[in-house]
């Protein structure tokens, strides 16, 4: 697309995204690539592409944005940790509907001044988690951007038509799980903030260092979402993005429900819920307020309960908690130190 | 998905982006939009869209971002206007591919103090040109933008297999032709800049009124696309975003050939040629260089002529100029005055 005119004319080197054009990046990021399968009929380079979707599936579509300033920071993440993220939490949305994720567009708003380097750092991230979870980066957009670094990412899944995870299937009564740990990423970034490292640098404490790493690089529950969906084990799914309050209130609110969650049970991370005490912050409700885990929660009908023993056993060292269950009295609440409270609302930022 | 942490903490009017979450945001989105038709059988608010492909298609998957300042300027376009360029020039896209739109994601990257009444018609743009092409809006992405308003939109389409129409398909020998004029958006946008207006007010002279309406409004080719994948009458086909001399050279350098232009024969538009003659600027190599046309360029093989007058016939009332041809010599030139000149490069700043 033509630009309204750039105010960039100041001689540069050839080692920054305005050194070179937008045709010479599109043909550096292709060749970063590993050839495209034999799904991919037009791949980049064309005004769209075109590709093969599994015979007798439906299409999962979904964006998500991670923008300077906002979803990240550079001295915390690495480019490549970036790219790898901007694809994550997109995979995690098609996980959470049961789908399985195939095709990725990449739209790019690069500030003059970026390096180059980090342009190579960005796409060898996204094409780490492309190639863990089978996703081929199909096309995109590459522009200039006066402000922040924005890496926007669109992934196209495929689901079939029995195998839909929403959010509105829930019913008083089921209960509610959650995999994996939770708050692990919000301690992680917390103490980014207070401990200035290089974005490649990692904490000495092995668990600390953990958290950051989920804080830059969250794993997807692709193949819980896909074991989900494919059993029909599960009444309703969402992925944590916004954690686990939220997630909780946003299930139970298109069920038409309430829920309650039983705070002992929720599995903080061990590393988390000793750095929120240390800083004087209630572990849970920081694990419940906090985002980025990523994890999936879900709920289970009672008959379910023998299929989710199944999964388990399939998913791979992902564990599996019950935490509560959604209930005809419409609050969500929790229920801790043998008093009931509300849920926490949105992020609690430090 | 958890941001850094906002430093907006001010007192607002509930007028701006900033006044209102995220949440209640789509919600006022989703209110605007029509009811979802079958093929969408997850809408806007779960973690993802599905949605049903047409039978026995292949997808067209394409994404494309205005940015502020770079691709479009809040004193020359309305909030409407951005937000019908927005996915016009995705569908353009998808056109240029033989595909029918059927798709839209939208990501919006919003600046706090951007008007709600702003949004409401970045909506109503959009909601227009879908509704005029098809296009049914079924998710999306809202987040903060510290910088520029950004908004990304995804189009995913559908193509049968053998309606594809890609840029690589040109031989030497077949005829280039260009729908519709050339220039108008151009020299519309060149006309703003040197008339200080309100973005929703147009100029006082019908023919600069109907260029500033093609830099804000772009009416993609969307049945053209369809016409010439149809009836396999294309070789080879993109559209003008950056300018037909772009294009031309893209599709001879994909097809592996030259191309030479006649340049008696291209289409100017009648505004464009007197507006660029008043300043100076040579309206041919203005209107080869200039951009957001989107007309479609496509080449043809001589015998398939007829069935380019059966497309003219349905083409409604859309004009189809031959304008030269591939050759075997790879260079890429314009014979205009009895010489042979190269084509000009990129876009030609006022």
Redesign the interface.
């Known amino acids: ?6 105010p960039l004319s100041e001689a540069r080197q050839v080692t920054d995204v305005a050194s070179i054009g937008e045709r010479a990046l599109i043909d550096r990021i292709r060749r970063k690539l590993p050839p495209a399968p034999p799904s991919v ?2 791949g980049i ?9 599994d015979r007798g599936a ?16 550079r001295r915390f993440s690495t480019a490549a940790d970036i790219g790898y993220k901007a694809l994550a ?1 997109n995979v ?3 996980a ?2 049961g ?1 399985v994720p195939r ?1 990725a ?3 790019l ?1 690069l500030p003059p001044t970026l390096p180059l380097d980090d342009v190579d750092g960005l796409i060898e991230g996204l094409s780490e988690i492309a190639k863990q979870t089978g996703v081929v980066l ?4 590459i ?6 670094l ?1 890496v ?1 990412v ?4 495929a ?1 079939k ?1 029995r195998r ?1 995870l ?2 509105n299937g829930g019913r008083a009564g089921d209960d509610i799980y959650v995999s994996g740990t939770v708050g692990a ?2 301690a992680g ?1 917390a103490w980014l903030k207070e401990n200035p490292l290089g974005p490649s640098d990692l904490p000495h404490d092995p668990a600390m260092a953990d958290c950051v790493r989920r804080h830059r690089r969250p794993e997807p529950r692709t193949r819980l979402g896909m074991l989900l969906g494919r059993t029909k084990a599960a009444s309703s799914c ?2 944590l ?3 686990l309050a939220d997630a909780v209130r946003q299930i139970a609110d ?1 069920s038409g429900t309430g829920a309650i969650i039983d705070g002992s049970r929720v599995p903080i991370s061990e590393a988390a819920a000793a750095w929120f005490s240390s800083r004087g912050v209630d572990p849970i409700v920081a694990s419940l307020s ?3 885990d990523y994890e999936l929660v879900f709920t289970l009908r009672s008959r379910s309960r023998g299929r989710l023993r199944l999964i388990e056993r399939q998913a791979r060292g992902v564990t599996l908690t019950k935490i509560g269950e959604l209930t005809e009295d419409p609050a969500v609440v929790v229920h801790r130190h043998g008093a009931i409270e509300p849920l926490p609302h949105g ?1 609690v ?1 430090f």
């Open positions: 697309m033509t630009t309204l005119g750039s009929v037009v380079g064309d005004d769209a592409a075109v590709a093969v979707m439906m299409q999962v579509l979904t964006t998500d944005a991670l923008v300077e300033g906002v979803h990240f920071d939490v995690s949305d098609v959470a509907m789908g095709f567009l990449l739209s708003m199909v096309g995109g957009n522009t200039r951007s006066p402000g922040p924005v926007d669109t992934v196209i899944g689901v038509p839909i929403t959010r990423a919000a970034l969402m992925d993005s916004d954690g298109a906090g985002g980025d992020f930022h």
